[in-house]
């Protein structure tokens, strides 16, 4: 599958679109600038981040890939710079002050800030972060190493089978055809491929990251608690999407949302306030991965394309908040048990967790080829990633399965 692009789009400069950006908002965060100048730098921020978008790196992979960061970067610093202010608010529990005297140390606070997106150790550390791992230095990275080998076997798997399996794979541009038109079993196990592939890629970059900076004693392996939660919290979307998937961008989605529903008056803990917080939170998500989608087409009109996928994932957990909080009126125990506000302890059927999780697993998969498509259009980016050796699929010549 090539990965080659053939554009007149000018080049991607990473220091220019990723390094230069970072560095004025660590720099804009140790000054803590007034309100109107911040203002004025998300605008010129967000000026670059459309041309960045616009230019290519020559290969459509890493378009998505830089997209993708683009975007993650402008709305970071949409909630850094507008909604919150660091210096003030936030505190790390190592921290004997709010921040460090010295311009050098508060420099390199506010980096820390920016790069911490999840706020382990830190006041705003986000909600349901999987325990914080308390092993030796040596075991940790024994552990990182064995899941950082299982995980490229699972993405190499992946890549295997789409190419093995004409079915699973079609030419870039006909993926969403083909989603749709293909059989349910179909559409259910390349959404369950594409799934994994996407899970991989976050997974080993985590790993990598997580080694590097534990072998190289910056970090504890208390810094670096799992990218992902338990798969037993997956027995509703509100569990899979709060506690499963990986928190990476909930510091200012939920930062953002929460901004957004105290300025229009909405008042926390009622049904309005979880259904415009969900509205803001998904569509910040669809903004996050829209940069990688423009950037791999070579066009602005894809800045939404996959901003359907989490509309669709935003009526089903309003579809399932509404139908959980109708049971609990109607006093329908068990089916309180189904929604998970009751412990599995009580009263709990193997057959009604296998349907929670089943519900899930739909939920996710049949509207996956709206979230897929700009992966694939993009040469089957996530999965071109890996290089040219494939262990699995040396593996499988061997004995002549493929």
């Known amino acids: 599958m090539s990965t080659s692009v053939n554009s007149k789009a000018p080049t991607f400069h990473p220091a220019l679109y990723l390094v230069f950006p970072n560095i004025v908002l660590i720099v804009a965060l ?27 790196t020559g290969r459509a992979d890493q378009d998505y890939m830089m997209g993708a960061a683009v975007s993650e970067l402008w709305l970071t610093a949409v909630h850094l710079l507008l909604c919150v202010t660091p210096i003030r608010d936030y505190k790390h529990e190592d921290d004997s002050e709010q921040t460090p005297d010295g311009w050098l140390a508060r420099l390199y606070w506010c980096a820390c800030v920016k790069f911490s997106q999840r706020g382990i150790g830190w006041n705003y550390e986000v909600n349901n972060v999987p325990k914080r791992p308390t092993s030796t230095r040596r075991a940790f990275l024994l552990t990182q190493a064995v899941q950082l080998l299982l995980y490229f076997l699972l993405m190499d798997a992946c890549r295997v089978a789409l190419d093995a399996f004409p079915v699973l794979r079609t030419h870039t541009g006909d993926w969403e055809v083909a989603m749709l038109s293909s059989t349910l079993t179909v559409r259910v196990i390349r959404a369950l491929i594409c799934g994994c592939v996407v899970m991989s890629s976050i997974k080993l970059q985590y790993l990598i990251l997580s080694i590097g900076s534990v072998a190289a004693h910056i970090n504890e392996p208390k810094d670096w608690p799992d990218v992902f939660g338990s798969w037993s919290n997956a027995t509703t979307l509100a569990g899979f999407w709060g506690k499963t998937w990986h928190k990476i961008i909930t510091r200012y989605a939920t930062g953002i949302a929460t901004r957004i529903c105290h300025f229009i008056g909405v008042n926390r803990g009622t049904s309005l306030f979880y259904v415009t917080y969900v509205v803001v939170v998904f569509h910040i998500s669809g903004l996050h991965h829209s940069g990688g989608d423009a950037m791999a087409r070579r066009s602005l009109r894809y800045l939404w394309s996959t901003g ?73 980016a996530l999965l071109s990633s890996l290089g040219p050796f494939s262990p699995v699929g040396s593996v499988l010549r061997y004995f002549g399965d493929v």
């Open 308 to 380: 359907p996928y989490f509309q669709v994932q935003c009526a089903l957990l309003i579809l399932e908040y509404g139908a959980i909080r109708a049971f609990e009126r109607l006093g329908l125990n068990h089916l309180k048990v189904m929604a998970g506000s009751k412990k599995p302890s009580e009263a709990w059927d193997t057959r009604v967790k296998m349907l929670r999780f089943a519900w899930v697993f739909m939920a996710l998969a049949l509207p996956s080829h709206l979230f897929v498509d700009g992966p694939i259009e993009a040469g089957g």
């Open 30 to 56: 140790a000054a803590n600038l007034r309100l109107s100048t911040r203002l004025a730098l998300v605008i010129a921020h967000t000026a670059l981040s459309l041309k960045a978008v616009a230019a290519t």
